[in-house]
């Protein structure tokens, strides 16, 4: 019985955590994102760093069709970017017509990487990234 309940519960979690994700997808939660992004800029919220991971997280699955995957696995690409070129990007994808792939992402992060070779410092490469990041679609 115990073991039913359990597969019961989860089965319950995978359903809403499958709808959220769909709800984000199809630009449902969009206005809510925005929303909490101009709080944190506000200074409004009462944990502003844990709603803005929680927030990038709800427009990366926006931006990304859903497919965030939460591994981590050691092997990331930080690009630091300000949080209004960010919410840029999750206006142009909401304006675009289509949803974003995953490849349109990547492709910011690959560029990153190259540019990071390219560059002649540090100033350079963070111009060129956020000017992909500006004009991304």
Known sequence: MKDKLEEVIQNRKTAIIEQQVRDLKEYKEYSDIME????????TL???PLMLEWNTWRAM???DGGEIKANYGGQSVIVP????VFINMVEQSYRAGYVPD??????????SI???????????????VKNKMLNWL
Request: proline fraction near 0%; charge should be negative.
């Open 61 to 63: 699955t926006m931006l």
């Open 81 to 84: 970017v300000e949080l209004d």
């Open 46 to 48: 009462y944990d502003a």
């Open 36 to 43: 909490v992004f101009n709080d944190i800029k506000d200074n």
């Open 102 to 111: 995953a490849e349109q992402i990547k492709g910011i992060f690959k560029y």
């Open 114 to 128: 190259e540019q990071a070779k390219l560059a002649q410092d540090e100033n350079e490469w963070y111009a060129k």
